[in-house]
């Protein structure tokens, strides 16, 4: 069985940096589609970027494009998601998640983190 363990949250000020981490054990994270999510309260939940099995191609929402790097360490069984430029908009509980078919759309995830809290002060 899969699970994934989202770290790295916090408080950052605008503009600031953080690097989130999801560390899966069950599986090989190349073998599966890793997405990440974020869910600020009072909103839906929002795809942000995915990493594809295999090679690695990356996807990323355009809220987030230009700032955001996702990025797959193998040896670790981790994906990060770099986040630069912070913005207090970007304020959300994000969430790791894993499923085994294309990473086309953003349903099909079978496999959710717990989440971690990201808030960014003005």
């Known amino acids: 069985q899969l699970q994934l363990v989202e770290s790295g949250g916090g408080l950052v000020q605008a503009g600031g940096s953080l690097r989130l981490s999801c560390t899966a054990s069950g599986r090989t994270l190349d073998t599966v589609v890793i997405g990440w999510f974020r869910q600020a309260p009072g909103k839906p939940r929002q795809g942000i970027s995915c990493?594809?099995?295999?090679?690695?191609?990356?996807y990323y929402a355009e809220s987030v494009k230009g700032r955001f790097t996702i990025s797959r360490d193998n040896e670790k069984n981790t994906v990060y998601l770099q986040m630069d430029s912070l913005q207090p908009e970007d304020t959300a509980t994000y969430y790791c998640a894993a499923k085994k078919t294309s990473p086309g759309s953003w349903t099909e995830y079978d496999y959710w983190g717990q989440g971690t809290q990201v808030t960014v002060s003005s």
């Open positions: 990493i594809s099995r295999g090679d690695g191609d990356t």
